[in-house]
């Protein structure tokens, strides 16, 4: 499963940015697939997750009410919608897949990664 994400720039405390990630290979439409960031001396963490049919949704709480993820199972897409953004969620992003049945915020069930996308929040 190769996985592309884009969408990153920056934005003013307070403002939306969505991300992108482009997934292909065998079965790669039957996966969980995640968000993840990672700020600088920080540890990665989990931002959300889809369930394979795109129903079921599992996020953070840190960004629970304000982020949306989605995917596109005919376009290979998956989707990360951000608002209200401030400085703590400044970071790299991730997308990554997971071939698990059920939506995990432990990045060691997710087998296939993306490259990140920066996100950059000004104050």
């Known amino acids: 499963v190769q996985l592309q994400a884009s969408g990153g720039g920056l934005v003013q405390t307070g403002g939306s940015l969505g991300l992108s990630c482009s997934y292909s290979?065998?079965?790669?439409?039957?996966?969980?697939m995640g968000w993840f960031r990672q700020a600088p001396g920080k540890e990665r963490e989990f931002v959300a997750g889809?369930?394979?049919?795109?129903?079921?949704?599992y996020y953070a709480d840190s960004v629970k009410g304000r982020f949306t993820i989605s995917r596109d199972n005919a376009k290979n897409m998956v989707y990360l919608q951000m608002i209200s953004l401030n400085p703590e969620d400044a970071a790299v992003y991730f997308c990554?897949?997971?071939?698990?049945?059920?939506?995990?915020?432990?990045?060691?069930?997710?087998?296939?990664w993306g490259q990140g996308t920066l996100v950059t929040v000004s104050s």
């Open positions: 290979g065998d079965s790669s439409r039957n996966y969980v």
């Open positions: 889809v369930g394979w049919s795109g129903e079921s949704t």
């Open positions: 990554a897949a997971s071939p698990t049945r059920y939506i995990s915020w432990d990045a060691k069930y997710y087998k296939y």
